[in-house]
């Protein structure tokens, strides 16, 4: 089983800063979680990720506070976020104990009562005792960097703001250790994030695997997206290299046409989507070739049909270099098998070197195997697909236990009761 290893003071809860050191809340009546820390939780144990946090807390040897009143907040923690996992160090340096972080003392503890996998696990702190400590386990670590006026860490292997980032970064990533089997389909097949949150395109784009971007007007309104400039040159400030896909919005040819210069001219990494038609079912091949021959790298969209492929091949002939998205998930809605439209596609395309095929719209993970399984060149991945990537070949008896934890968890959590219907 893989874990989280969470501070918490700092991570789950905000610390009370002194002096730029942070400490403890006194009581759980002041306890205050993190914003996003709820949802970051529940994301990671329906990854499949076991929680456990692993606190110092010093301030029971001093004597400033009881062990009473850890356990205390530990309880209200427990209770909001679905933590049921809390090691706790009661001691201070000159105990010499070896549970006190920068020791790995309690995360090998952990991983001996519950089987843990450490080199497959992370430790998520604000610290450099926490970095410390996961390091010694064989753990990967993340850095959450508040700022604190002390000495920084050796080494993490990702350094973010906060949980909610850490989250979206180990979940994207973790699924990628060499010799699981989600590694082998990234090698055959390209997984292009497809959002338009920028937060979760900046912890994207520090994945090896995510191999670009794409977006386009329903993902960035959705997103709260109102300046289309302003969201594009933020993206670019994220990501120079590898290719990001923006979408004209117009529906006449030659508003289109000065749409993809500008956004063309952006930089060298945008492609820009073109759909195959306008919104009155009019072929958009002339505006195609017309940006071709002026070396507008294109990604045309919205494709649904062999007969469109043929013809946006035809139109894409003399590209240097483009993509076509034909809507797999879209074509799977109205009760027919995608596959064939897909391999049908690379049969055409496949005469053009110059030209990739897109799996779009997927609706589950498994069209990324099946992506990978005929060739395809590359496929588009939304966050929520992106958090179960890591569950490939997983033992399914295994993962109907963790389901029936997670069911009976929750219900905890919520307090829910059945009282007798007389009472």
Known sequence: MRAIFLDRDGILNAAVVRQGRPHPP????????????????????????????????????????????????????????????????????????????????MLLAAAAEHAIDLPGSVMVGDRWRDVAAGRAAGCRTVFVDHGYAEERPSRPDFICRGLAEAAEWIIAGMAWREGEQPMTVAERVKIFADGADIQGIAALARNPVIKGFTTNPTLMRAAGVTDYLQFARAVLSIERSRPISFEVFADEPDEMHRQAILLSGLSANVYVKIPVTNTRGESCAALIRSLVAEGVRLNVTALLTLPQVLTVADALRDSAHAFISVFAGRIADTGRDPLPVMQGALDIIGRQHELELIWASPREVYNIYQAAAIGCHAITVSSDLLMKLNLGGKDLDEFSLETVRMFHADAAAAGYRLSDANG
Request: proline residues 6%.
């Open 26 to 105: 006194g009581a759980a009546a002041t306890l205050e979680i993190l914003p996003g820390v709820e949802d970051a939780c529940r994301r990671l144990r329906n990854a499949g990720f076991l929680l456990v946090c692993v606190t110092n807390q010093p301030d029971i040897a001093r004597g400033t506070t009881t062990r009473s009143a850890v356990d205390a907040i530990n309880a209200a923690l427990g209770a909001s976020l679905g933590i049921r996992n809390f090691v706790v160090c009661p001691h201070d340096d000159a105990d010499r104990c070896d549970c006190r972080k920068p020791l790995p003392g």
